[in-house]
């Protein structure tokens, strides 16, 4: 019996008592017992009632591939050539970025529970604790080169907030890449987007999108977080499984189209979305920094920006914006 096979019995829905649990795996209540406290330290949540035993609340089991496939329509099965999920990876994108290294990696999407080594963009750490997120990479190889991608972390983002607002979470988007919910005036951050390219500017290139988002607010005190954060399921009690087949499903989708016709199709849904539109931020670019009034982006992803009453135009890589205090 390892802990993932008692995971797998204690999601079916179902209460099972210490003793049913010893006899169906043939071991001592004692070695139930410790199992339980391995899926405890964990993180996962348990259910322990008197009279009837334990069980893992519904929506709250592990990632299932079997599921996740079953969730998505066909032409999005044609779209996905493979699917990993892992119980622990030291970073989904990296791994992806391997595949292609070794000749695969198109259509290709990795999970997994853990990341030991998960990082956003400018390399900061993304904390990911068992079972509390979804921490997906899909890799994709674009045949025009790297000058046409500009915008996809964007229009990624787009699928996840049109996604996230289906089921009622007030959600609004950061450029260039953070995923928002605003609570009391104050923004806090339910994911990300990372998207990491191989190849070159007019030929070829291979991009793995990494998307890493909240299920569960991580615990504050494993945090050291540039701001607050929240879960998804603050605001909707969500599936795992159910919300990676529908990610999944926009995403197989977006790729081939974004190829032919690019951010322009997704500007104007951003700007709904667009979480400081209207608002003072600072801008900070290498060693310069200012404030700024913020506006939309335009059709390649670009955020407009009002300094001294001049307008101005930000692109991504090492731009990071934030609100004014």
């Not at 956003?120 to 899909?138: C, E, N, P």
């Not at 990300?192 to 500017?201: A, C, P, S, T, Y």
């Not at 990494?210 to 879960?231: E, F, H, S, W």
């Not at 009034?293 to 009453?309: C, N, P």
Request: charged share 25%; net charge neutral.
């Amino acid at each position: 019996m390892t802990v993932r096979d008692l995971l797998r019995l204690l999601c079916d829905g179902e209460y099972h008592s210490g003793e049913e649990l010893g006899e169906y795996f043939g071991v001592s209540r004692t070695a139930i017992w410790k199992q339980l406290k391995k899926l405890e330290q964990m993180g996962i949540p348990l259910e322990a009632t008197r009279g009837r035993g334990y069980r893992v609340p519904k929506g709250r089991g592990p990632l299932n591939g079997n599921e996740i496939i079953a969730g998505l329509g066909r032409e999005a099965r044609r779209g996905l050539t493979r699917l990993f999920v892992e119980d622990s990876l030291p970073s989904t994108n990296a791994f992806m970025l391997d595949r292609f290294v070794h000749g695969a990696g198109h259509g290709e999407v990795a999970l997994a529970e853990v990341q030991t080594a998960g990082r956003g963009r400018r390399g900061r750490a993304w904390v990911s604790s068992w079972g509390q997120g979804v921490y997906l990479s899909m890799g994709w190889r674009f045949s025009k080169g790297v000058a046409a991608l500009e915008g996809l972390s964007l229009a990624v983002g787009v699928v996840v907030a049109d996604l996230l607002s289906s089921h009622g979470v007030p959600v609004k988007l950061k450029w260039p890449n953070d995923v928002l919910v605003e609570k009391s005036g104050a923004f806090f951050k339910l994911g990300g987007i990372l998207l990491e390219v191989r190849g070159d500017m007019e030929g070829p290139c291979d991009v793995v999108v990494g998307i890493g988002l909240n299920m569960d607010a991580p615990d504050p005190a494993r945090l050291a977080a540039i701001q607050p954060v929240a879960g998804v399921r603050d605001y909707a009690e969500l599936d795992r499984n159910g919300v990676v087949s529908e990610l999944l499903e926009q995403l197989l989708k977006l790729m081939p189209e974004f190829e032919v016709a690019g951010f322009k199709a997704f500007a104007g849904r951003w700007n709904t979305y667009h979480a400081f539109n209207g608002r003072e931020i600072m801008v900070a670019q290498g060693n310069d920094a200012f404030q700024a009034l913020a506006l939309g982006v335009d059709e390649s992803g670009r955020l407009q920006v009002e300094r001294g009453g001049v307008i101005e135009w930000l692109s991504g890589g090492e731009v990071t914006v934030r609100e004014s205090a």
